[in-house]
Every structure is written in structure tokens, then in C-alpha cells.
């Protein structure tokens, strides 16, 4: 069968020379579309290192001078961050919720600020250091086990949440420490800086599950930084200060806002402070994405859709029409005896031939162009990431998208063989060769 497919080929070579150049047209334009898409789906489906679809946030403000009930002596930073505890240990008692915790600042996961700093490995004296996330929690408010942090090796998320923190301790999660020190154990791992004078050290307390800072890229360098309680008051309270709630296993979102919302606005007030408005974590990371990459990752995913259409259309017409051209052809084999099955068959292996070699060709040219150029990254603006998805890989990338290519090609042009190659071989041979 193979043989005579490709003696077939050979014998309308004029014919099929065309149809292999589209191919291979076809091949380079689908790498160059759907390769960003690709890599933006895969790094948005990665896991976020912590249970976002039980998180809720609760804003809250403070009440102005003027204000009813406003009170001048629980305007202090320290009067500010008691009633604000108070609030949490309030929201904490509620039926549905599991586990509350504060947050505050702008930098924290799916947030839409950030802050950064640089590190350097304990004996690294290179001038270039580590640039990483920084994410600021008050200890003892069970920051960690409120996010559902996956464990990593040594203390467990809630004995982090509730550690006696250094000035200079800090917690890591694991694609950092990966990505550092190439280990995954935290213990006995230092950061540290120095200058002519005088060498700081930066302890590593312990470590979670990798997190992913911003939802819609892979893992980036990160940390967490115990602050605290009266520079936290002073910097974020009440403007950037918010309570993560966790709620209870099998508790219904939706019903939880409706239930809670309520409640909140009249339960949850202390001092001056007061519960302002809530939302899930969910809501939060869709706002952030609205903001930066879903515009651009809609429209890639548009041309995409776009350009599939266009291609399922034209590709599989004109192999629809080669294929109906050879009626003719097909009386002949079926007068002597051939079978519509194997007719089909031989038909199709014409186009999946055609299709594998203008793939080839198409990837082939491509390459020539990543080898100079790079592949995709998404929406990933760093290089400082270790290889760790194959995403990152040259060669992995290139074969899992030419893959992907070549499937949505030889499913198109086998389409446009099978429809007309079905009907054609089950017509009368007479019929067939009426017109010859």
C-alpha cells in the first residue's frame, strides 16, 4: 500500500507540488500563531501553589475624622493594627470559614503590585544577585496554612505561620530554593550580603510548595518576609490592608458571599476600622490578568481561532477538490476489482504522506528562525527561571509544538480526503467512467 501511495504521489507530482507548498506554508504560519497561545494555555493551567478556589478577600477601610462615631484615640498605628486583629479573629468565628489570616500590603500572590529585591547564595560572590519576589506576612496570624500552602521539606505550614522570626529569617518556596540552591531542603541554607566592612546573613527558615506569583506565568523567584506589626500598621493600614479567608471543605462559594456580605458589613467593625467590601480570590486574579495579559492572550487566542477556521476551510477544500477530480481514476480501480476501503485508505495515506512532508518542511524552515530568534515565552518578561517546564527546553518546545501542528494539520486534510473519497468510491464503476 505504502508503494503505491507513493508512485501515486510521483505520478501527479505536478498536481501535488502544489498542494505540498501550501502545506508547508501552512505549517510555518501555524507555528508562528498558535506557538504564543500555546505557551500561554500551558502556563496558565499550572498549578497556583496555593487553594485559590477557597479564598475570599475582605477589604477594609477606616472611618474619616468627620465621620460618625469616629474615634480620635483609635487612629494610632498600634490602636489601628488591635482592631484590625480584632476584625479577623471576628471573621475567623464565622460557621463557613476555616481559617482567616491578615494581608497586607500590594505584593502577594495574584496581587497587582510587586515588590523585589536581590539575593545572593551564602559563599556566591558574583556581582550580579538573584533578583526575587518579595511577600511581606504578619507571623502568628496563620498566613500560611490560610493560603493551603503545599508543605515542603521541615516545618509545616502552620509551625511557619506561628515561628519566633529573626530580623534576618526568612521563608522560600521550592522552585526558588531549587532554583538557588539546587536542593530541595531548606535547612541549614543561608542568603547573604556583604561589603568591605561587614557580612549580613539571611537565614532560610523553611519552605512551601512553589508558588506562582503572577497566575498567568510559569514560577518566578520568591520569598516571604516576616514583618512587623507596628511598620505594618504604619505602611498599610487601613489603605492596603485586607483579610484572606479560607473557607470550610464543601462549602458553597457562591452561598458564602451571599450569606456572609451582610453579615460583614454589620458585624465586622472595630475601632475605626470596618469591613468594606468583598470578593473571591478568583475575582482578584481575573481583575489582574483583565489588566496585563488577557487583552493580548484574547486576541492571540482569536487569530488562532481565525486563522483554524480559515485553514480548515481552505486546506480542506482544495483537497476536497483534488480529490473529487479523480472520479475517473477511481472507476478504473474499481473495475479492477479494487475495494471502497481500500480506495479510502489509499487516498488518505496520499494526504497524511503529503501533509507529513510539508510539516516537516514548514518546522524545518521555522527553526532556522527560533534557533535565532527563540520560541514564545509567553508572557514571561525574566530569564532567570531554571529550566523546569518543557516549555523552557529548545527541543522539547520545538517537537511538542510541531506535534501539535502536524495533528491539527493531518486532522484538517484528513477531512478534506475522507468526505469526497468516501462518496467517490461507492459510486458504480460505470458511473464513474461515464465521462472518460
Keep these: 500500500m505504502f508503494r503505491l501511495i507513493l508512485k501515486t504521489l510521483w505520478a501527479r507530482r505536478k498536481r501535488n507540488g502544489w498542494l505540498l507548498a501550501e502545506l508547508i506554508l501552512v505549517a510555518l504560519l ?15 493551567m499550572l498549578p497556583l501553589g496555593y487553594d485559590a478556589d477557597r479564598l475570599c ?57 510587586s515588590s523585589s529585591t536581590n539575593y545572593r547564595v551564602e559563599g556566591d560572590t558574583t556581582e550580579n544577585a538573584t533578583s526575587v519576589y518579595l511577600v511581606e506576612f504578619l507571623p502568628h496570624t496563620h498566613f500560611f496554612e490560610t493560603y493551603g500552602f503545599r508543605p515542603g521539606k521541615g516545618l509545616t ?4 505561620s506561628d515561628h519566633a522570626y529573626g530580623e534576618n529569617d526568612l521563608v522560600i518556596d521550592e522552585n526558588t530554593l531549587d532554583y538557588m540552591f539546587r536542593t530541595d531542603d531548606p535547612r541549614r541554607k543561608r ?6 566592612t561587614d557580612t549580613t546573613y539571611i537565614n532560610i527558615i523553611g519552605a512551601v510548595g512553589s508558588v506562582k506569583f503572577y497566575s498567568d506565568q510559569r514560577p518566578i523567584p520568591l520569598v516571604f518576609r516576616p514583618g512587623k506589626a507596628e511598620n505594618m500598621a504604619a505602611d498599610y493600614l487601613p489603605q492596603d490592608a485586607r483579610i484572606l479567608i479560607r473557607l ?27 469591613a468594606r467590601d468583598l470578593k473571591t480570590y478568583r475575582q482578584g486574579i481575573d481583575e489582574v490578568e483583565f489588566n496585563t495579559s488577557t487583552p493580548i492572550y484574547r486576541r492571540n487566542l482569536l487569530v488562532a481561532v481565525f486563522f483554524l477556521v480559515n485553514l480548515c476551510l481552505g486546506v480542506v477544500g482544495t483537497f476536497w477538490l483534488q480529490t473529487r477530480t479523480r472520479r475517473e481514476e477511481v ?32 518546522c524545518f524552515i521555522y527553526l532556522q528562525y527560533a534557533i535565532h530568534e527563540g520560541f514564545s515565552k509567553g508572557v514571561m518578561w525574566n530569564d532567570i527561571l531554571r529550566p523546569e517546564y518543557w ?46
Design 30 to 44: 501555524s507555528w508562528a500563531i498558535f506557538d504564543p497561545v500555546i505557551v500561554v494555555t500551558h502556563d496558565r
Design 57 to 113: 478577600l475582605v477589604s477594609v477601610d477606616a472611618l474619616q475624622p468627620s465621620a460618625p462615631g469616629y474615634d480620635s484615640v483609635s487612629a494610632t498605628s498600634g490602636a489601628l493594627m488591635e482592631s484590625y486583629l480584632h476584625l479577623i479573629d471576628r471573621a475567623r468565628q464565622y460557621a463557613d470559614v476555616e481559617q482567616a489570616t491578615a494581608l497586607m500590603g500590594f505584593s502577594y500572590p495574584g496581587s497587582q503590585g
Design 157 to 160: 505550614p502552620a509551625e511557619l
Design 191 to 196: 542568603f547573604w550580603s556583604y561589603d568591605e
Design 248 to 274: 470550610k471543605e464543601g462549602v458553597s462559594m457562591d452561598r458564602f458571599l451571599h450569606d456572609f456580605k451582610p453579615w460583614m458589613l454589620q458585624n465586622l467593625r472595630a475601632g475605626n476600622l470596618y
Design 331 to 362: 472507476g478504473v480501480m474499481l473495475s479492477f476489482g479494487a475495494t471502497p476501503g481500500r480506495i479510502v485508505r489509499l487516498l488518505l495515506g496520499e494526504g497524511a504522506v503529503l501533509t507529513t512532508v510539508g510539516t516537516l518542511a514548514g
Design 391 to 436: 516549555t523552557d527546553f529548545f527541543w522539547a518546545h520545538f517537537f511538542i509544538v510541531s506535534l501539535i501542528v502536524y495533528a491539527i494539520l493531518l486532522v484538517v486534510v484528513s477531512i478534506g480526503v475522507y468526505i469526497p473519497a468516501h462518496k467517490i468510491s461507492r459510486i458504480p464503476p460505470t458511473e464513474a467512467l461515464r465521462d472518460e
